[in-house]
């Protein structure tokens, strides 16, 4: 089996990276950091988006564990001191592989046919650099509302516990097959209307946004800001594609919510 390691860089972080890479190795692992079957991330949840991007482009053939050295994650549930636990799991492959549905972001633009593809493993954001965002939200090709606000996220089930649950977003169960709409301080009066509520929806369905004037958007896709300029359309969808975790024990997802937002001994 081969692997890979991403540190967040900070002291405690490098020193685990150091010893999982030692450790692997003894048993009789390959490092390899262009094509690894798993991918230990070490450091926090920001951290694992990084190697989940990656690697995105391979990601039918890799899986990612996460140790974290801060607060608890909802993708790195590991211990520091649990890593020599870990090691052994690993060099047994006594794990098995689960999967998640990811959101597929395509941008189309003015008087072109190119258009950016791109993956979130959390959420995808838009907003206008300069005033309110004012876009057309199609639903299944559909005209659903005039979005006017600050923006709107679009997130995955595992990243609605995110920037999606800070605006007021529903959780969802990442075995759920949805991306899910909120928006972001929208403008509602006796003029200008929105459905005020986050949107579920499911793998066959898709959402378009148009611009109405404005053509030049800050796109967020996970921790990646990009400026996107004569944008005709942002379309956004449940990928085809889907991240892969190594599971080596039960560790239910509402425990995580309960111990991440309600209460946890785990500092």
Not at 193 to 206: I, Y
């Amino acid at each position: 089996m081969k692997f890979a390691v991403q540190s967040r860089n900070d002291p405690q972080s490098n020193e685990l990276m150091e010893r999982a890479i030692s450790y692997l190795t003894d048993f009789g692992l390959e490092i390899d950091e262009e094509k690894p079957d798993i991918v230990l991330s070490i450091g926090g949840d920001g951290t694992l988006l990084h190697a989940f991007h990656r690697y995105s482009h391979i990601l039918s053939d890799v899986a990612f564990v996460g140790i974290h050295t801060g607060h608890l994650g909802f993708y790195a549930d590991w211990k520091p001191i649990e890593i020599e636990k870990l090691v052994i799991s690993i060099a047994k492959s006594d794990f098995k592989v689960i999967d998640y549905p990811l959101l597929e972001v395509v941008i189309n633009y003015q008087n072109s046919d190119d258009n950016y593809t791109y993956l979130a493993l959390n959420e995808s954001t838009v907003k206008s650099p300069e005033v309110t965002l004012v876009m057309d939200v199609e639903l299944n090709g559909r005209p659903f509302e005039r979005f006017r606000g600050d923006g709107l996220c679009v997130s995955t089930p595992s990243g609605s516990t995110a920037y999606n649950k800070a605006l007021g977003g529903a959780i969802l169960h990442p075995s759920i097959e949805a991306i899910q709409v909120t928006e972001m301080a929208s403008i509602n009066n006796r003029v200008f209307r929105t459905v005020g509520s986050s949107l579920v929806l499911p793998a066959h369905h898709n959402c378009v946004l148009k611009p109405v004037k404005a053509k030049d958007f800050m796109v967020t896709v996970d921790h990646v800001q990009l400026l996107h300029k004569n944008v005709k359309s942002i379309q956004y969808k449940v990928a085809k594609e889907k991240v892969r975790f190594a599971r080596f024990r039960a560790f239910p997802f509402w425990q995580r919510v309960h111990d991440s937002f309600i209460d946890s001994d785990l500092k």
